[in-house]
């Protein structure tokens, strides 16, 4: 990595997810943190030791960026804000996490309210319910409101130079990413990552797809040379990297179109026809957001139709094609 920049790896405790990045920059006589990893049993001794592997310590810490409010790259920011008597800084429109983090009734019901819009039976509603509430984490330390908005604009002073800010919704409404020019490094967050993968927010901003469609458009015209993501390795060649994200998204938009080839479908049949696997209790809420958000696109574009009967609407191919 370049001298004044290091990746700080912390784990997670989720399948096929097993670390996050959390970044630090040098700052004058500390660091800007960009990120914190989540928060749960011994996270914060996790921290520790990433920062102490290379010479740092919470303490050092100047300032805390966020580029979204996932519970893997802002659950820690309270602990840290706490410790090193800095502000922290993220975009407004963080509903998305902090309503469910006040209250985890409203996140059990929003994942409810995706099940239902699908056509998941009401039983193995009940299931999930009984199982989501043994759970209990929430990943995060407590909800504390950023001490400035990060809109697009906002300028971060390191000592590799001045970083901008670039609202970067899609991925969650409170997505921003961060770019060097002189350097032209991005840290992308989860917008856009080394192996490209893709997760929409359902049910906080109209269309998500689109606004995702948009935000690469946004990183593209930068020029970065170096991606800094929130998972994995950095990466060059970002523009081919948002090439591949803006193809995975055109790829699962026809898909969710072609499996209403012979009839109207409900989410919850499409999502398995799209994704080549069956539907667990793992991976439903995801894959069931990401087809409703696709299905939302293709609803604006004019490609398809909602039926709202009773029970979860039914989503039919539109006669003409726009
Ligand atoms: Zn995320
Ligand atoms: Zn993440």
Redesign the pocket.
């Known amino acids: 990595m370049l001298p004044g920049l290091w990746r700080l790896r912390l784990p997670l405790p989720w399948p096929g997810v097993p670390h996050c990045n959390a970044w630090a920059i040098a700052a004058g006589s500390g660091v800007v943190l960009i990120d914190t990893g989540m928060h749960e049993p011994g996270s914060i001794a996790q921290l520790d030791r990433a920062m102490d592997q290379v010479n740092l310590r919470v303490e050092h810490v100047r300032l805390v960026a966020v580029t979204?409010a996932?519970t893997?790259?802002w659950g820690q920011a309270a602990t840290i804000c706490d410790r090193a008597g800095c502000e922290l800084w993220m975009h407004p429109n963080h509903e998305h996490a902090t309503r469910g983090a006040r209250d985890p009734d409203a996140v059990l019901a929003h994942r409810l309210e995706i099940g239902r819009r699908s056509g998941v039976p009401e039983a193995a509603l009940e299931r999930y319910a009984e199982r989501f509430q043994r759970g209990g984490q929430s990943g995060i330390a407590r909800v504390i409101e950023p001490d400035r908005p990060l809109l697009h604009g906002v300028k971060l002073d390191t000592d590799l130079g001045e970083w901008t800010v670039y609202e970067t919704p899609g991925?969650?409404p409170s997505?921003v990413c961060l770019f060097q020019p002189e350097r032209r490094l991005l840290i992308s967050?989860?917008h856009v990552l080394g192996r490209v993968s893709l997760?929409y927010d359902y049910g906080w901003t109209p269309d998500p797809v689109g606004e995702y469609l948009r935000s690469l458009d946004v990183v593209d015209t930068l020029g970065a040379r170096l991606g800094l993501s929130?998972h994995g390795r950095p990466f060059v060649d970002v523009a081919g990297h948002i090439d591949a994200s803006r193809g995975l998204v055109q790829e699962r938009i026809a898909a969710v179109l072609g499996a209403l080839g012979d009839g109207p479908r409900t989410a919850l049949e499409i999502a398995p026809i799209v994704h080549g696997e069956p539907l667990s209790e793992r991976n439903a809420s995801w894959l069931l957001a990401e087809t409703l958000c696709c299905l939302t696109h293709l609803e604006r574009r004019g490609s398809v139709q909602r039926e709202d009967g009773r029970g979860a609407p039914l989503w039919r191919a539109s006669p003409t094609q726009p």
């Open positions: 979204h996932h893997d790259h991925h969650a997505h967050g989860d997760y929130g």
